[in-house]
């Protein structure tokens, strides 16, 4: 894969393990990420950020819309 610099490669690398993660857990990548990053941007505390993680985010995502991440893989 090529992505131009060692950290594009690195960066490369943490979201595809976040889209893949995801996935194995049955989610909506494009739903979970959009839920993570809404989170983050209305101030999630950093010591609770495994919260944001895919196996935790099911229960605070449907919570919070209603519903599940689950749904069309992308």
């Known amino acids: 894969m090529f992505v131009g610099a060692e950290k594009g490669g690195e960066t490369a690398a943490n979201l595809y393990t976040l889209i893949g993660t995801a996935k194995a857990n049955g989610m909506d990548p494009y739903a979970y990420l959009r839920h993570v990053?809404?989170?983050i941007a209305d101030g999630h505390?950093?010591?609770e950020i495994v919260q944001l993680l895919p196996w935790?985010?099911?229960a605070t995502f449907a919570a919070r819309n209603g519903r599940g991440c689950e749904g069309v893989i992308l």
Request: glycine letters at 0%.
């Open 56 to 58: 935790n985010a099911k």
């Open 37 to 39: 990053i809404t989170r």
């Open 45 to 47: 505390k950093i010591n």
